[in-house]
């Protein structure tokens, strides 16, 4: 019985592990601009993961050059 319910906790949480997340940024509306922009604008955009990053990563390089996590990305 023990054995059934460890692997059906495991399961679970290798099938939410596997799972792809998306984060979003919005950033604070620019403080000058220049020609084409105005202080009205700002940077928002989103990346998805093919798992959730882990809460405690150190600041690491998760693009192409670096981990390759990014699935796909858009930003404006």
Do not use: E
Request: hydrophobic fraction near 40%.
């Amino acid at each position: 019985m023990f054995n059934k319910i460890v692997v059906a906790v495991l399961g679970l949480w290798l099938s939410a592990a596997a799972c792809a997340t998306t984060y979003t940024y919005t950033g604070l509306p620019y403080n000058t601009a220049t020609a084409s922009y105005t202080t009205s604008m700002f940077i928002t955009g989103n990346f998805t993961t093919a798992s959730p990053l882990p809460a405690s990563m150190p600041i690491t390089d998760i693009g192409p050059n670096g981990t390759n996590l990014v699935t796909s990305w858009s930003f404006q």
